[in-house]
């Protein structure tokens, strides 16, 4: 379990030195309009969001529904899979022990 916590860990803190170095190097409304204007952009940002989706439900119901809940999923589509990550990171045993008993 620590290896597997630790491998999304690195795979977080990559992406986020991606997002800091795009973010350093180029225009994100140049990049934006472009992405928009494109179809395979656009499948893109949908895939994006249905991920957000997804992992809001899987938090939502890991988190008994609750304000706690929130404070995870409201971060989602702002701050994106690295917040993700880190909730499974610090999640990851819970939610074995959770699926092991089903």
């Known amino acids: 379990m ?5 491998v999304i860990a690195a795979a977080a803190l990559g992406f986020a030195a991606l997002i800091i170095i ?3 190097d180029g225009s994100f409304s140049e990049a ?3 992405l928009i204007s ?6 893109t940002l949908a895939d994006l969001y249905l991920g957000f989706l997804l992992s809001a439900v899987i938090i939502w119901f890991f988190e008994a529904r609750t304000l706690h809940a929130l ?28 699926m092991a008993r089903r």
């Open 22 to 24: 795009a973010v350093a």
């Open 71 to 98: 404070l995870w999923i409201l971060p989602i589509p702002v701050l994106g899979n690295v917040w993700t990550a880190v909730w499974f990171v610090m999640r990851l045993p819970h939610l074995r022990e959770r």
């Open 38 to 43: 494109e179809p395979w952009g656009l499948v």
């Open 2 to 6: 620590k290896v597997l916590q630790a």
């Open 32 to 34: 934006g309009r472009w």
